[in-house]
């Protein structure tokens, strides 16, 4: 087990867009905060008839809303990241040749895969969890000093009433199904690495974008296109129980129209997910992709 | 003891083209041999075969096992130079100590570090800023850091300046190969290594053409030098190679007696390129 952790080390040595990207992103969002502390501080004090008329689930909507803020942002460009490595990470070690001295080593081709699959399914939620969680703290830090200048208590409003378990809950349990539910689409993007000998993108896209072609000409239907939709995004209905329940809080604010969340923890709703047949056969075509991505770099005949 | 490596009948298409046309050899423990070739002879078709690189057909064994089913357990204890290009750019030599000292089972991190501290090869650096024959050193220092059975070099000295090229075999030679290990290499550079190899096998057209130790290539093969007076009468013999040097006739006999060749003119050893020459050429006519 211990060689898996050096694979997964070795991908973090090459593509340090993994570390970075995080950091950069949420650093960023913190240096906002601090450079428009004055508007902020100014907005806090015009709000300040408002903020103390909420109760004590609405005080605690602004934790919640703050992690989630940084959790979406990070998320988003971690998305991207893990993408482009997924389809880089199998093919440019066969164009810099590399492969032969990765395959000199004792390692098997389903380990060197599989932990690069671990790099998008396991890793990369990881650190989108931690740096959410860091840089989400450190704004509450700043906003601590804001919500003291403009004559709000820190602690009433702020550290006092924030869930903070509840929402790492939800964290963990919404970078979990995703994962879960990306699986093939991951799949997928690795088999192309490990099979495609140039324009990964092209193979990555085209073979979809013409089976949804031929469904449409063929039987004028889109169920191909309704499957890769559902598939990137479908996860949150699925998964996740917004607004029926009638337990969560919602704030609306009527200025804004923004709505705020104050238990995340509430909206997990695993029950759907679990027994939603997509998932289940997601898993079993994400592993046969991957099954094949494993054969391809075993027996795929490189040149020395 | 069995052989190292027992190949029968290995065979292996490209399209039209065979690289491996019922190719067998076998090659025991304790040798250096020499895989020599001309270009697409299959050479590295050989090779990659071996290495369980490349799928094929015909039995093939190598160090008891089938590389094509068992390629991550046989790099257990197998070691192999592609050629000096494959070490991934990005890793830093630290990284790349780290990463064989993690997940080789083999390898000695002290003994390639001190192999690499008589270089100029400095731990931060990334192998995209090493020359290319600092990144040789490197991962020659890699591979004799593992204490391996087999190590197989395709072309391991291709593009270096003559020092790390006689550096590299040196090293070999003094700090790796003993008894007990057994490498295998191929390179156009026939010259360089004629000194350094126990063993010969010639591949033509994925066919092995000679398979003989240096030893018996002394015993079994004679070039003579002759002139013109005698030159009929040495033709007679049934050379299996002629060619001209100086105004005078070198040819080359397989499997006649020294003492009659001694009667002809200056006989001695052939160089492995000459051999290599006559044998290929005559594989071709």
Redesign the interface.
Known sequence: M??F???I??EL??HRAFIYVPLVVGALMVAVSVLFSGEIIAALEHAHGKITALGEEERAAIFSALIGQFAVAIALFMTFVVLLYLLDCLHA?RV??????????????A?TVLSKLAMAMVVAPLIVLASALFFGILEMIVLTVHFAAAGLGPWEYLWGPSRIFGTIAFLIYAVVVQALWHFPLFAWLLLVSAFAKRAVFLWAILPPVVVIWLEKVIFDTHWFADQIGERVVGVFPLAFEFGSGGHQIVITDEETGIELTARLSELINPGPFLSSPALWIGLVIGALLIAAAIWVR??R???? | MAALIEARGLCKRYGATAALDNTSFSIEAGRIVGLIGPNGAGKTTALKAILGLTPFEGGLSVLGRDPRRERHELMQDVCFIADVAVLPRWIKVQQVLDMADGVHPKFNKGKAKQFLSRTDIPMTAKVKTLSKGMVTQLHLALVMAIDARLLVLDEPTIGLDIIYRKEFYSSLLNDYFDEERTILVTTHQVEEIQNVLTDLLFINRGRIVLDCSMDEVAERYTEVLVGPEKIEQARALGPIYEQDTFGRKVLLFEAVGRAELEQLGEARRPSISDLFVAKVKGGRA
Not at chain 1, 96 to 109: A, G, H
Not at chain 1, 301 to 304: T, V, W
Request: charged content about 40%.
């Open positions: 211990s060689g952790l050096w694979l080390r070795r040595w090459e070690e810099d040749r590399s492969i032969l001295f990765w395959k000199s080593l004792p390692v098997s081709d380990k075993r027996y005949d490189e040149s020395i």
